[in-house]
């Protein structure tokens, strides 16, 4: 290796380890807001990728461990719990999300009174909602047949069922209000602390799982053991924010403001209705091909389906942690900054979504064989397909961050809910003539028209407003 290719090699390091590094002002401001908001993202994204391999590695072990420990029958009823009360995740209405705009304009506006407003606000609503569910969950629960609904005989799993829904549950319920707590983090721009105390939170769960198996306790147990420790991170997560980090941010009753509070149910509620549309949109396929070409079609779909969206999911991880740096610098109507970084997002998503996707495709039936077995193999197709999905999906993520970012769901909003319709009226047209590929193309023809064009057309549009309306800041920092 000669010296200037290893001097270029350090000098890579040197910028990229930079990134890291806060740049301090007067005071304990940064020194350059457009580097302390790449900073922030880029802890945010490294530390979730951390999390994401720790999470995958204790979903492995856990389902390998539970399933031998708990048996068949109650294993399944375990995971059937996880899922009914995982259909309550609206309960929320999207207020999480809605505080991490609130949160990050209010900051960027320098504005404290207007963030502990909006965190005092969404907590105390979520609190209400927690506290609703508490009650009507605690007057059902002694006319629930749980060893009836869950479709359990043994003795041990009927008499386990009741205590393991209502521990479940109740770590559930009791989590609602710290929604807030993640909100504000990541407002803060430090959702690098959420992934920090949720990896944490991970492996106390492990930890606690082996303790279970090890002194062979009940499904009950087993549940507190795995469900409480996420928890109690995130009870700390909110102690060490509220008492330590910020105590000028701490949810107080007084603190509640009515309009503040509305503000924060339309933003939540924004959100809702797009994740509402985008999971119908997605998750109605599975059906359609069950009720068409029957439930063993489902796998040939659903497997390869899975592959593909690990990409999804990666790129929107990625492109998540940038969303409060975008209303940050919205709040400081820094329009040039959010159309430099936007453009940075969306090539490097979709390089990274292109590469993976021409992986995929020219291996893909070699790593569902390794996967799970050769079972389940798809044809070239049916991959070109979903690999064409998947660049799509990453050149709208992008676009969607944006729009989340600056709070202009209307465009968004309706193009999901067009493409839920859309798609489902395809999918099953093209279902029936073509089998299961024609899910995908369903898919791929409704995001095309009703997504990806007026998306592009909305964007092309708003990053030309955002720059102009920078314009007169910058004449006036001239002139003065």
């Known amino acids: 290796m000669n010296l200037s290719s290893l001097s270029e090699k350090k000098s890579r390091l040197r910028t990229v380890l930079a990134l890291f590094i806060r740049r301090r002002g007067p005071g304990d401001e940064p020194l350059n807001r457009s580097h302390e908001r790449y900073r922030l993202a880029a802890m945010s994204g490294v530390t979730a990728l951390a999390v994401r391999a720790i999470s995958f590695i204790v979903t492995v072990l856990t389902v390998r461990l539970t399933f031998r420990y708990l048996g068949a029958e109650r294993y399944g009823m375990w995971m059937t719990i996880t899922s009914v009360v995982a259909m309550f995740g609206f309960a929320d209405l999207g ?145 060490v924010l509220f008492y330590r980090s910020h105590p000028e941010l701490r949810p107080r009753l007084n603190e509640f403001s009515r309009a503040t509070a509305a503000e924060a149910l339309h933003t939540g509620l924004m959100y809702f209705i797009l994740q509402l549309a985008i999971t119908i949109g997605v998750q109605t396929d599975n059906i359609v091909i069950a009720q068409i070409l029957g439930a063993k079609a489902v796998a040939a779909y659903a497997v390869p389906a899975r592959m593909f969206a690990l990409v999804t999911s990666f790129l929107v991880m990625l492109s998540g942690v940038i969303l409060p740096a975008y209303a940050d610098a919205f709040s400081r109507q820094d329009g040039a900054w959010i159309k430099r970084t936007f453009f940075r997002v969306s090539i490097f998503g979709t390089i990274i979504a292109l590469c993976a996707a021409v992986v995929l495709f020219v291996w893909g039936n070699r790593i569902l064989t390794i996967w799970v077995g050769p079972n389940v193999q798809a044809s070239s197709s049916l991959l070109l397909s979903f690999a064409a999905l998947s660049v799509i999906y990453a050149y709208l993520q992008p676009i969607n961050f944006l729009m989340n970012g600056i709070r202009r769901f209307r465009v968004p909003v309706i193009c999901a809910i067009a493409n839920a319709v859309l798609n489902l009226g395809l999918s099953i047209l093209f279902v029936k003539h073509l089998g299961i590929i024609g899910a995908v193309l369903g898919t791929l023809t409704a995001t095309v028209l009703v997504q990806v064009v007026p998306l592009t057309i909305e964007t092309q549009k708003i990053l030309k407003e955002l720059v102009l309306k920078q314009m007169p800041r910058i004449e006036n920092a001239i002139i003065s």
Request: charged fraction near 10%.
């Open 95 to 239: 207020m999480s999300n809605g505080l991490i705009n609130m949160v990050a304009e209010a900051i960027g506006r320098e504005r404290q009174d207007q963030a502990r407003h909006a965190i005092s606000s969404a907590f105390w609503i979520l609190t209400i909602t927690s506290s609703a569910l508490f009650m009507c969950g605690l007057a059902a629960y002694p006319f629930l047949d749980v060893a009836w609904i869950f479709n359990v005989t043994s003795p041990r799993a009927v008499q386990e069922a009741g205590p393991a829904l209502g521990i479940f549950a109740l770590c559930f319920i009791l989590q609602l209000p710290l929604g807030a707590v993640r909100g504000a983090q990541s407002g803060l721009q430090k959702g690098y602390v959420n992934n920090i105390w949720a990896a944490c939170g991970a492996l106390l769960s492990l930890a606690g799982m082996i303790f279970a198996i090890h002194f062979r306790l009940g499904l009950p147990e087993l549940v507190l053991c795995i469900s409480g420790p996420p928890l109690l991170m995130l009870v700390l997560n909110g102690v």
